[in-house]
């Protein structure tokens, strides 16, 4: 299995630019998030799915949007881009719907960079 | 609102000392956590959990301790080796309360050789 992947690992932006930051995941978990990683700050948590077809907002959802078409994939799309919103960002999933009484797997992260 | 914080930013051991991470909590109602290691480029990868009902759970040189009662968290790396020199990140959560983790600020954890 190659666990949880994320692309591509660096990036930079204008703003106002769009984009959309992939993550996949080959171990048939229900349950996906986005985290993006600030400096002296935790991880924070933008939107999470439960499932195919349902997904739901972290604590700081503004300016990102995500879908779960599939079991496997889970899309982070940034509409139009702001210096805010450079960052590392970080996929996550794990097996079962009630995440955190089960392992989470982290991707390597994507750093973005709004210029 | 809630938090989940650490006491000690950068902690600096000897190899093969025993190393202790401290983490506050600030939300009563939090029932499980969870320690999460990141090295350098990567993502946090899980290290050890614990729920509530519990206070102290031990893995393979880790153990993680908790007080409900000042809402403290700790982590123990026993014999600290180079290869655990990394951030640590402690985690809250309340089980069906939405699968939201709230993340410390983490600790950089340095092994002197």
């Known amino acids: 299995n190659a666990g949880v992947t994320q692309t591509p690992k660096f990036q930079v932006l204008k703003t106002g630019q769009s984009m959309t930051l992939q993550c996949a995941q080959d171990m048939n978990h229900e349950y996906m998030s986005w985290y993006r990683q600030d400096p002296g700050m935790g991880l924070r948590l933008i939107h999470y799915?439960?499932?195919?077809?349902?997904?739901d907002q972290g604590e700081v959802p503004n300016g990102y949007n995500v879908s779960r078409s599939t079991t496997e994939d889970f899309p982070l799309r940034l509409l139009s881009a702001a210096p805010s919103q450079t960052s590392v960002y970080f996929c996550a999933s794990s097996k079962r719907r009630t995440a955190f009484t089960d392992t989470q797997y982290f991707g390597p992260g994507t750093r973005l960079t709004v210029l | 609102g809630e938090s989940v914080g650490l006491h000690l930013p950068t902690l600096s051991v000897q190899e093969g000392d025993n190393s202790i991470i401290n983490c506050a909590y600030s939300n009563s109602a939090s029932d499980y956590f969870i320690w999460y290691k990141q090295e350098s480029g990567k993502g946090p990868q899980f290290i050890i959990d614990i729920r509530s009902n519990m206070d102290k759970r031990q893995g393979q040189r880790v153990t993680v301790l908790l007080n409900k009662t000042v809402k403290h968290l700790s982590l123990q790396i026993a014999a600290t080796q180079p290869g655990d020199s990394a951030v640590y990140f402690c985690a809250e959560t309340l089980t069906g309360g939405g699968n939201k983790l709230t993340f410390g600020t983490g600790t950089q954890l340095k092994v002197e050789l």
């Open positions: 799915s439960v499932g195919a077809g349902i997904t």
